[in-house]
């Protein structure tokens, strides 16, 4: 184990990776709490879509893959939410459109001007390779907004997530709190999805509040414990993707899987305790 | 001292009325029962006292300096709440962030004013239990815990007793009696006309081409009130 250790931290490249990831996989599971439970669970799946298209047009012209992606993704983030606000529009249909529109248009630019290639395959899936220094500064940037977040408007988040018009009546500007939130997410899919892959981005955020809520019965727990479960597969997940050399995203959702089914069998068990 | 005072107060959605020159005034420490049938305008109108809804016409005036923040809000449950994981503590703990100003940290005068108000409400002994064990009773009082917080001079509650069975909405209403027996102003939203004439002080009837605002006696010998009673006594029959 200590072996395989050394031997992956021996690469700057993986160390990038891990550095990045668990960053990621924090921020995702933090605002996965507050996008689950508010049902906004397939925004990630959908802003996955989002972010291929834009990745596989930025390729296609030669233009820098986030400076092209960020902004596009928080767009669309921004507008689904919008929909959902906007009843004669349903948002789980929004999704369904924008992401099948996305992944067609990427797909299209990529084989018009390159041809269906070895990038197309790793925005699908994922790579650990795809890491360089400009994700690692947006992974620290992201991280402290999502951290300080949490730290700071806990109370805020914890109130606007539980009860929407009672936040209001109390005068909290909830539309704000959402778009806030709507952009973090943005950002973290953006830089997670090179690492997970467009198909398996949205299991960062939607497992590791799954997970938390069969065991835990409060927020706070919910909160914490969903970060340490979502590190925690994220590294292990790595190991065993280089240990065994299978596919980084994969292996991290069904780890994900697997912490998942633990939780339900134990909170089951817990109910007859 | 009156407290609320609505003068002609519209709402429009979209263009389409859902309220029309309503006007009325509540005094401090009054109970005021708004009834109606669904899509009367009664949970616009708890939304244009809230400012959670922008008027078309007319006012809502606080007076004797009551804040917005100290109005004490029971909305409807939502679908989110039903397998929400929170405690019962950290739940009503929420109604104090109103009073909490910029830093949304709570101090310690708010921990006691919610455990005060569970202790108040007979839920202090569930403080640890999850929001999503709770029974629907139970979960209505919680979040009558959280609306009391923040509700230093007057409680809004829209339709408290959906959902819950006639023994405890009964249980329910005698616990709001209670609290404006000591003093506290409560205007309820409902469509349970029989409840309101039983406990509220003054009856405001929402309704196409209806419009009613007096005390609960008055009511009961107005031809709205006589209507609505008689179709009541009929459909429980």
Redesign the interface.
């Known amino acids: 184990m200590l072996n395989i250790l050394s031997e992956l931290l021996a690469y700057d490249f993986i160390v990038r990776a891990v550095a990045v990831g668990l960053m990621v996989s924090l921020c995702a599971s933090l605002l996965g709490v507050s996008l689950v439970?508010?049902?906004y669970s397939m925004i990630g799946d959908g802003l996955g879509h989002v972010a291929f298209g834009a990745l596989c047009i930025a390729v296609a012209f030669n233009m820098a893959p986030l400076l092209v992606s960020v902004p596009v993704v928080i767009t669309a983030a921004i507008l689904l939410l919008k929909m959902r606000d906007n009843l004669r529009i349903k948002g789980d249909a929004a999704i369904a459109v924008i992401s099948s529109s996305a992944l067609a248009i990427g797909i299209i630019a990529t084989s018009l001007t390159k041809g269906m290639n070895i990038d197309i395959y790793n925005y699908m899936f994922g790579s650990i390779l795809a890491m360089d220094d400009q994700d690692v500064y947006l992974g620290m940037g992201l991280s402290v907004a999502v951290l300080l977040l949490f730290a700071?408007?806990?109370?805020?988040i914890?109130?606007v997530?539980?009860?929407?018009?009672?936040?209001?009546?109390?005068?909290?500007n909830v539309g704000f709190y959402n778009t806030l939130i709507a952009v973090l997410t943005a950002v973290t899919i953006v830089v997670g999805m090179r690492i997970m892959g467009t198909l398996l981005i949205s299991s960062l955020i939607v497992f590791p509040s799954l997970t938390a809520?069969r065991l835990?019965?409060?927020?706070?727990?919910?909160v914490i414990c969903s970060g340490i479960v979502s590190t925690i597969c994220f590294f292990v997940g790595i190991v065993l993707s280089y240990s065994l050399d299978i596919p980084v995203g994969a292996s991290i959702v069904v780890l994900n899987l697997a912490a998942f089914l633990i939780f339900f069998a134990a909170g089951s068990l817990k109910k007859y305790f | 001292m009156t407290v609320l005072e609505a003068e002609n107060v519209s709402v429009e959605y979209d263009g389409v009325p859902a309220l029309k020159n309503v006007s009325f005034r509540i005094e401090k420490g009054e109970y005021l029962a708004v009834v109606g049938e669904n899509g009367s305008g009664k949970s616009t109108l708890i939304k244009a006292i809230?400012?959670?809804t922008e008027l078309s016409s007319g006012m809502i005036r606080l007076n004797g300096g009551i804040k917005?923040?100290e109005?004490g809000?029971l909305?409807?449950q939502?679908?989110?709440?039903k397998?929400?994981?929170?405690?019962v503590d950290?739940?009503v703990l929420?109604g104090c962030?109103?009073s909490?100003g910029i830093f949304?940290?709570?101090a310690s005068k708010d921990k006691k004013l919610a455990v005060n108000s569970m202790e108040l409400l007979e839920i202090a002994s569930i403080r640890k239990?999850?929001f999503?064990?709770l029974s629907g009773g139970q979960q209505q009082r919680v979040l009558l815990a959280?609306a009391l917080c923040?509700a230093k001079a007057m409680l809004v509650l829209d339709e408290p007793a959906a959902g819950l069975d006639p023994l405890i909405s009964s249980e329910f209403y005698f616990l709001l009696r209670k609290l404006n027996e000591e003093g506290l102003t409560i205007i309820m939203v409902s469509h349970d006309i029989e409840a309101a004439k039983e406990n509220a002080d003054k009856i405001l009837h929402l309704g196409t081409n209806i419009f009613f605002f007096g005390s609960a006696d008055e009511y009961l010998r107005s031809e709205t009130g006589k209507r609505f009673s008689g179709e009541n006594a009929k459909y429980s029959k």
């Open positions: 439970l508010k049902r700071v408007l806990y109370n805020v914890f109130t997530t539980f009860d929407e018009d009672f936040a209001r009546a109390t005068g909290v809520m835990y019965s409060s927020f706070k727990g919910v | 809230l400012g959670l917005k923040s109005i809000y909305p409807q939502t679908e989110v709440q397998d929400f994981p929170a405690r950290e739940v929420s962030l109103a909490s949304p940290f709570y239990r999850s999503r064990e959280r923040s």
